[in-house]
Every structure is written in C-alpha cells, then in structure tokens.
C-alpha cells in the first residue's frame, strides 16, 4: 500500500473541515479502505468528539513528536469501522509544537499501511495550515455559498498553489438547495465561476448532521441521509470513480429545470 | 417579506448581489491592491496629470478589472470643457 495524504483546509473557520474529515474517513473505510484521520488543530482539538472517540485518547501527536510514544500508540481504533483510526491533537499545546518536517516524517511512516491519510487542517493561513499542507498529497478546500467563506477559499486557493500542493479540489458544504431555488444563496455554479477549480463534493444543510455531532457518530455512518450520501459520494470521487453530481438548485438549463422539479434536494 | 428582502425590491435575487460582490472583491483580492490602495493611486494621478493637462478632477474613475486571466488598470480621466480650458489658456 501507499497511503494518499488529502489535507482538508478551508481558511475561515466554522465551515465544516472536522465534521467533512471525519465523514469522508468513515465513507472510505467503510468500502474497506485503510484510513487515519490526524487532528492538525493542535490546541483546539474537535475531530476526536466528532467521531465519538473522546473518551479513548492516551496520547496524542505532539507525544509522537516529541518522542513520549510511537506512532501506533496515538492511534485510536474506531468503533465501529475497524480500518479507521484517529490520531487526536494535543490539547494544551499550539501549533508550534509541530513543524512541516514532523509532518511529512509522520505521515511518511503512515504511508505504508495505509490507503489513505486524511489531515483535518485548523482554520487560518498560518503556522498549523502550513503543517497541515506540507505533506499533503490531495488539498479538499471546504467553503459555504456565503461571500466570506468564498473569499477565505479564494485565499486558500492562492497560498496552496504558491506552496505547489495545488490547484485542490473544491467541496461546497452547507448548501440549502430551496435558498439556491429562489436565488437567495449562490449555486454551485456561481461558486465554481468565481473560484475556477474543481469540484469534488456539494453537501446539502442537513439536519442529521447536528443529530449525529451530538452523538458523536459521523453522519456518514447513515449512508442515507442526505449529508451521508453526499461525504459517500466524494469518496467515491476520491478513488477515482465517477459518479454524477446532483443538481442543488444552481443548475441552469433543461437538466436543471427537470431535475429541479423531480428532487426534493440533496445529493442522490 | 423580511428586511432584506424589502431591500432588494419586494425581488429577492441577493445570491446575485452576493455573486457581484464577490467577483469585485477578489479582483482586489488577488491583485493586492486595497481600495484604499487605489484611491492614493488616483489622488497622485490626478496631481500628476494636473500639472500638465486640465482635467474633471472629480470625475476621475481609476478601476480593476479583470478579463479572462488578465487584471487590468482602467483609468478614465476626463478633461476639463474645452471652454474653460481655452478660457485658462489665455
């Protein structure tokens, strides 16, 4: 095996970085992939509560890098999919407590067990991104249809291709497909236009996703609501399958329209 | 209808509004020229080009634009009436 290292980023905060690493984890391993997930966002950890695995954590990154323990000892089994790990942040440390060479000598011992390392990147454009990108493969910008997490992704896009890691693929998260409808939020393809990258995945608002971050049980585990399919759905992209893209409500044209008339929303 | 929707009209298309300023934003954005950055720019323009020619100083309009993957400076600087400028040469 030789692992794929895919850092999730989005520069603003609060779009959905920790909830899309944890659910693109849970849907690669469940088609049986080998995955580690890594909480870049050292001092302010959240994917170990998001997957549900709080309660598990003995050490952490920042052991491993500072030397207290072995890589293996930081992995936290899921579970409920035995192929995927989580290896928590530290949480009374900062970002300077790892550096880029850490990183990619870590995720380097991954690559060979593994199919796939997924890094969940913190919010900004400083020290702990450039942690989270420096051994990245693959870079999954996470944005919403609002002008300020456009403008954080547009940013994003500039920095990574300064640091070669480009050009990314694009996951728009939290579209509400009745707002795109009545023109009140913007469409896929407005965002596409303005940013001009790849897309990779569009996540429609789903209530099950705060119903399952209560729980502590990614949303993916529940292949079918709406959310899930979705973070299914980009995984599948992520292997190299091609599997269509459903239509939220930006789509013009003859497709749009009859697609518009036959779907109640979310990617199907 | 709430406020916002008032706002645009009683027709409420703020994804466009949303869409435009966006576009206009990155332009800045990208160039990484501020729009105060622009308006010094303007300001030295016009007392540059002051000093040779008469011009409408107030209704001088320096822009970015973009076009494909080209950012461009547009300046539209225009000239004092002809009247006045025959008048001031005299």
Redesign the interface.
Known sequence: MSAKIVTITSGKGGVGKTTATANIGVALASTGEHVVCIDADIGLRNLDVIMGLENRIVYDFVDVVEGRCKLRQAMIRDKRLDTLFLIPAAQTRDKTAVSPKDMVRLTDELRQEYDWVLIDSPAGIERGFRNAIAPADLVLIITNPEVSAVRDADRIIGLIEAEEKGPGKLVLNRVKPEMVRRGDMLGTEDVLDVLAIDLIGIVPEDESVIVATNQGIPVAMDANSKAGRAFHNIAHRLKGEDVPFADLGGGDGFFGRISRMMRAGGES | MNFFQKVGMGR?????S??E???L??IH??AGISPGKLETLKDDLINVISKHIEIESDAVEITLTKERDQHRLVADIPLAPTRKRRHSIS
């Open positions: 409420s298309r703020s994804a466009e949303a869409k300023r966006l576009q934003v990155l954005d990208r």
